[in-house]
Structures are given as structure tokens and as C-alpha cells.
């Protein structure tokens, strides 16, 4: 089946650092990718949609200057958390659509921010 | 908008008996998808069992089984033969396409008792 990796998959950083999390499609190619935050004990909520060679799509209340998203390639997208704060401290889970209206899932990020 | 509500944040289970989990969607769509996913503790999205809207068959996968009720907006989840590695998170999703994002439910922790 397809798969999705996720790097870092553990990531601690200092309040007031930026910190990149990469999301590749291993075999197979990926025009979309969806990438969603999960606070502990709480479900998957979508922050953006990101899309091969143009701009992302934010969801409401998601700043953009701060969660920059750039799909580099088909198979590479990447969201940067910019000037981190404990708040942000997060499960960042990344997902790219598949065959079947199957959506596959990276393994998630764990960020911690100090 | 799609919503998701599933009702039962915790449910527990013996090992061997049957439980089913429920779940409701509002949407405006004609067609749509609709998904359980399991969390366990890894993190780890790992669907589960999935429905067309348009199929009036249930799905069927090994252990796992769908009540859909197109009419009541319903989608419960049935485990039969309950086993430990089903304790999990379940979350409830559906979607439009498969270039759509999901939309969950707040989810249900399973805890299968031995």
C-alpha cells in the first residue's frame, strides 16, 4: 500500500525558533496534501490544504505567516512552524490522497516547544 | 459545513463480545465518503472500514462492520470477537472526494478488558 513519512517524527525547540516538519509520499504521486494538529486526548483538526505549485489553503484561524506550507514536489510538502511558542506545542499529522478516495496518513510529529 | 459527532467518548469491552460504536454526520453533499479510522497509541492513523454513500450495502471487513443509515445520517461501527489490539482511538470521518479533507468526530476510546 502507499505509504507517507513524516521526519522529524519527535522534535523539541526552544520558544522563538522556527522548526520545518518534511511530509513525502514514498511511492506515489501527490498533487494534495492535507496536513492536521491534534492536541492531546482531542481529534484531527484540519489546518491546511497544500497544494503542488500553488499557493496552500488555510483553514479559519490558522495564521499563515506563522505555519508556512510549501509542496515543493509531488511526493515533498513541508510545514514550518515559524517563531514557536509552548502553544504551539502539538501532534502535526500530514495525509495525501490515494486510490479508492482512501486518504493516506504520515505517522505524525510530535513538537514540543519550550 | 460537514460535521461529525460521535456520542461516546469511552466505551469498554470484554474480550471476545461485540461492541459497536456510533456515529452520526450532517451533510449537504450527494455524495460523500464516510470512514472509521483507528488511533492507537502509537499515533498512527489506520483506517479501518469505509462506505460509499451511494452503496446501500454495508461494508464488511473480517471483524468489522458498518450499520449505514443514509436517511438518519448514521454510521455506527460494530467489532465483533472484540480482541486487546482493537483498544484504540476510533474516530468517525467523512469527505466529499478523495481530494477533500476528512472531517472527524471527536472520537471514541475503546478499551478491550481481558
Known amino acids: 500500500g502507499a505509504v507517507v513519512s513524516q521526519h522529524p517524527s519527535r522534535v523539541i525547540c526552544k520558544s522563538g525558533t522556527s522548526v520545518k516538519i518534511e511530509c513525502r509520499s514514498l511511492?506515489?504521486?501527490?498533487?494534495?496534501m492535507f496536513w492536521y494538529r491534534q492536541f492531546p486526548k482531542q481529534s484531527l483538526m484540519l489546518m491546511a490544504t497544500?497544494?503542488?505549485?500553488?499557493?496552500?489553503?488555510?483553514e479559519q484561524g490558522v495564521e499563515k505567516d506563522k505555519f508556512l506550507i510549501n509542496h515543493a514536489s509531488l511526493t515533498l510538502s513541508t510545514l514550518t512552524v515559524t517563531s514557536a511558542h509552548p502553544e504551539d506545542s502539538s501532534f502535526y499529522i500530514c495525509?495525501?490522497?490515494?486510490?479508492?478516495?482512501?486518504?493516506?496518513f504520515g505517522p505524525g510529529t510530535r513538537l514540543t516547544v519550550t | 459545513a460537514q460535521t461529525v459527532t460521535q456520542s461516546q467518548p469511552e466505551m469498554s469491552v470484554q474480550e471476545a463480545e461485540t461492541v459497536t460504536l456510533s456515529c452520526t454526520y450532517d451533510?449537504?453533499?450527494?455524495?460523500?465518503?464516510l470512514f472509521w479510522y483507528k488511533q492507537p497509541p502509537s499515533r498512527q492513523m489506520i483506517l479501518v472500514i469505509r462506505?460509499?454513500?451511494?452503496?446501500?450495502q454495508n461494508a464488511t471487513e473480517n471483524r468489522f462492520s458498518v450499520n449505514f443509515q443514509k436517511a438518519a445520517k448514521s454510521f455506527s461501527l460494530k467489532i465483533s470477537d472484540s480482541q486487546l489490539g482493537d483498544t484504540a482511538m476510533y474516530f468517525c470521518?467523512?469527505?466529499?472526494?478523495?481530494?477533500?479533507?476528512?472531517?472527524f468526530g471527536k472520537g471514541t476510546r475503546l478499551s478491550v478488558i481481558a
Open positions: 495525509s495525501a490522497p490515494g486510490q479508492g478516495n482512501e486518504q493516506y
Open positions: 511511492d506515489f504521486q501527490a498533487t494534495t
Open positions: 497544500s497544494n503542488e505549485g500553488s499557493k496552500a489553503t488555510y
Open positions: 451533510t449537504s453533499e450527494s455524495n460523500y465518503y
Open positions: 462506505q460509499e454513500a451511494y452503496k446501500q
Open positions: 470521518a467523512d469527505t466529499r472526494s478523495g481530494n477533500t479533507p476528512l472531517v
